[in-house]
């Protein structure tokens, strides 16, 4: 059986190179301080890709993105 995992994050980085993308998911740490401060940041996944599927990725998002306004809830597959 194939392991999916199913990850929380609060932020992300995109990194492309003349290979391809590299998505990294993080989520921040409470530090319970008060005041300012910059929490630590917990790299939950990365997921690396090619750069067209970072296009094709890009362009689904715009979309769902703007059907979003007619719809709470949207999906989509691609293969």
């Known amino acids: 059986?194939?392991?999916?995992?199913?990850?929380?994050?609060?932020?992300?980085?995109v990194t492309a190179g003349p290979f391809g993308?590299?998505?990294?998911?993080t989520r921040s740490e409470p530090t319970g301080e008060?005041?300012?401060h910059q929490d630590p940041n917990t790299i939950v996944g990365?997921?690396?890709?090619?750069?067209?599927?970072a296009s094709v990725l890009a362009d689904q998002l715009n979309?769902?993105?703007a059907a979003s306004g007619q719809s709470q809830t949207?999906?989509?597959v691609m293969h």
């Open 21 to 25: 993308v590299t998505l990294t998911l």
């Open 1 to 13: 059986m194939t392991d999916h995992s199913d990850v929380y994050a609060d932020g992300f980085s």
């Open 63 to 65: 979309q769902m993105l």
């Open 46 to 53: 990365r997921v690396r890709f090619s750069r067209e599927l």
């Open 34 to 36: 008060a005041g300012h």
């Open 74 to 76: 949207s999906s989509s």
